[in-house]
């Protein structure tokens, strides 16, 4: 059973890529599309994918070393709502734990794959990810195409956890409203990439540093780019209940101020990644941004 998502087709000599011994399967001659439809999803769709751009947990030969996308069920199924998923710590990686997908059943023939690739990509809705300031959430889209080109249009609900790093000093490149603006802009093209995305769910849990921008600035630098998306029509957006004032907001959950069908949501987060968000640490990384933006201090590297 592989721990990756498919992007393969089966190979053609195999007896079961017939046409004719299709019709002889019971699953094929007997069944009406719509029960097999049923069978690929109580098999393989309906859960909460966690993808990982990670190591092999296991192996550490050389090719184990080697990073590449994993997966793994995740423990929460997709009706709980995203921020008790984004609150609290994740262990669908761990070896005792780890679930993932049989996916065995569309590499028994042609027509399996063709009918239960849509499902698979469809029904589930994945999960990532992105903790510290080594890699944007724009890089895991891109990288995550590049590995799935030929299903990657085919997700239609997609959730995002993006982490800034509170201690790295340099985390104000990758924050949207200082220097991140391009890795922001770059992550939104890359979701509008996607002709089937109706669904969307994204937590941003910064630090807490100095404002800039007026509430309407930062209001349209955050939900502005949502309307890129042609086809969505759930999104929720989290981000820490330290910004509401800044965003002229209330510390509850309401409907995001973008005109068109959809019910798209801002909600605040009390807490960073299952722990209490504290006080003197969210001041002390703001007054160490504050230092770090005096004039004579250089900008972080590479900008």
Not at 89 to 100: D, E, G, I, K, M
């Amino acid at each position: 059973m592989s721990d990756q998502i498919p992007d393969t087709e089966p190979h053609p000599g195999t007896l079961a890529s017939c046409p004719l011994n299709q019709l002889e399967s019971p699953l094929f001659g007997k069944l009406p599309a719509e029960l097999r439809a049923a069978i690929y999803t109580e098999i393989f769709g309906g859960e909460r994918i966690h993808l990982s751009f990670t190591t092999h947990p296991i192996r550490a030969d050389r090719v184990g070393l080697r990073k590449r996308w994993r997966h793994a069920i995740c423990e929460q199924s997709p009706i709980v709502p995203f921020r008790d998923v984004t609150a609290r710590q994740h262990h669908c990686f761990l070896a005792s734990r780890r679930r993932v997908l049989d996916i065995n059943l569309v590499f028994t023939c042609q027509r399996a794959l063709e009918e239960g690739i849509p499902i698979l990509y469809q029904s589930n809705t994945f999960h990532i990810v992105n903790i510290g300031t080594e890699r944007l959430p724009s890089d895991d889209l891109r990288s995550l195409q590049v590995k799935i080109p030929k299903n990657w249009g085919l997700i239609r609900s997609l959730e995002f956890k993006w982490e800034v790093n509170i201690f790295d000093r340099n985390h104000p490149s990758f924050v949207p409203h200082h220097w991140g603006r391009d890795g922001y802009e770059a992550f939104w093209d890359g979701l509008a990439d996607m002709p089937l995305l109706s669904q969307l769910r994204i937590s941003i849990i910064m630090p807490q540093i100095l404002m800039l921008t007026s509430p309407f600035e930062l209001q349209k630098l955050y939900f502005e780019p949502i309307k890129r998306l042609k086809h969505l029509r759930t999104c929720e957006v989290i981000l820490p209940i330290s910004y509401s004032s800044h965003f002229g907001m209330s510390p509850e959950d309401q409907r995001l101020p973008i005109d068109g069908d959809g019910d798209y949501r801002i909600s605040w987060a009390t807490v960073d990644d299952g722990r209490p968000l504290a006080a003197e640490a969210t001041t002390s990384a703001s007054l160490q941004l504050l230092r770090a933006l005096t004039p004579s201090r250089a900008q972080p590297r590479g900008w």
